[in-house]
């Protein structure tokens, strides 16, 4: 029996909710015993998941909910040890007691400090050094591990977050899409958190320059976020209201399968603001799977995601003149655009899939 003990996990948004719950999924597929200790459900209306493995779910505050995750797994260690047990991210080592078994500690980017002699660098460091291994989803994010851990005797292994076999859009939602983009092209998309970090900005920045050029152009803008209010105002500013539709969140696999489908270029140039930095980005693999290109910061871990030149382009995200020069290119260009999203789509078959990436979680554990 495997534990998962996680903060993040369905049917609430997110790439890490989205990987911890598509992981207790693949091992229940592959014949492992799964027990998940999960934090309350966030999404306002959103149902529990129905699954072949216990999910027990705790709620009040965040120490708390720690508090009771660990009790619950104190009381089923205290019968027979997990095979292992696997932790969303350093957070969640807390709650797992001592002789739980072997623990992998999911590390993402965002959430491990850049210095070494902080309060919180401490914390971090002890829950690490408690983990057999640490895995890490992108290179960058294995190396901010490595100076913070080093001569520890924790593992660090880069194992990039894995997709699960991906819906095919249905006549219905790419009907509803279509009214939307209302025989517009060539359409450009964004789905992410909405946050200053992801480059939307970017985006609208330089829509003005590419509608001289493709004046049918249209931006596709899925998500939610805080981030939202100010972006409206910019594509108010630039005045390409028009030309961009911010479709809130995607209501489900249907939607965002239509979504990818119907999109010919998958931007989101990433950038560093203050600490906040992408670790991967599971969205470009996402949109890999339909072959559609990318165009992503060269910041934090997006480069595992995106392979400049062969799946997508790399830019600096927090240059402008960059950002319009990739994503002209990339519209300008079909045959370009052709290959670098059949590129991406056997990348992310090849690699991105959990087939080649369960037994690499399972060797994180020993198993």
Not at 67 to 86: D, H, M, N, S, W
Not at 110 to 136: C, F, Y
Not at 148 to 168: F, H, M, T, Y
Request: charged share 25%.
């Amino acid at each position: 029996m495997i534990a998962i003990a996680t903060q993040c996990f369905g049917p609430d948004f997110g790439g890490i909710e989205m990987l911890m719950t598509n992981l207790a999924d693949e091992l229940a597929r592959n014949g492992h015993g799964v027990e998940v200790f999960a934090d309350h459900i966030r999404r306002v209306g959103a149902l529990e998941l129905v699954r072949p493995y216990p999910l027990h779910r705790y709620g009040f505050l965040r120490p708390l909910r720690r508090i009771l995750k660990r009790r619950a797994l104190q009381e089923r260690v205290t019968k027979a040890p997990y095979a292992g047990v696997f932790a969303d991210s350093w957070k969640s080592v807390a709650a797992i007691p001592e002789g739980a078994g072997p623990i992998a500690v999911l590390a993402h980017g965002n959430e491990i400090p850049r210095d070494t002699w902080s309060a919180k660098a401490r914390r971090v460091r002890h829950a690490l050094t408690r983990a057999r291994t640490v895995v890490a989803s992108s290179a960058f994010t294995a190396e901010l591990v490595d100076g913070l851990i080093r001569d520890s005797g924790a593992q660090i292994v880069v194992i990039n977050p894995p997709l699960p076999l991906q819906e095919k859009a249905r006549p219905p939602a790419l009907t509803k899409l279509d009214a939307v983009i209302a025989g517009r092209w060539p359409v450009i998309s964004t789905l992410a958190r909405l946050e200053p970090r992801k480059g939307v900005d970017m985006v609208l920045r330089v829509l003005p320059r590419l509608r001289e050029r493709f004046p049918r152009l249209v931006y596709l803008v899925a998500g939610e976020g805080d981030d939202l209010l100010r972006l409206k105002e910019i594509a108010a500013e630039r005045r390409v209201e028009k030309s961009v539709v911010f479709l809130g969140a995607l209501a489900d696999d249907q939607e965002k399968a239509a979504f990818f489908e119907r999109s010919q270029i998958f931007a989101m140039p990433v950038r560093r603001v203050a600490n906040s930095v992408e670790g991967f980005g599971i969205v470009y693999a996402e949109a890999a799977w339909r072959s559609v290109p990318s165009l992503a910061g060269v910041e934090g871990g997006a480069a595992d995601a995106v392979l400049n030149g062969q799946t997508g382009l790399l830019c600096r995200g927090d240059d402008e003149h960059e950002v319009f020069e990739a994503l002209n290119r990339l519209l300008s260009d079909d045959a370009l655009r052709s290959k670098l999203g059949d590129a991406a789509r056997r990348h992310a078959l090849n690699h991105l899939s959990w087939s080649s990436a369960l037994p690499r979680y399972l060797a994180a554990l020993g198993l």
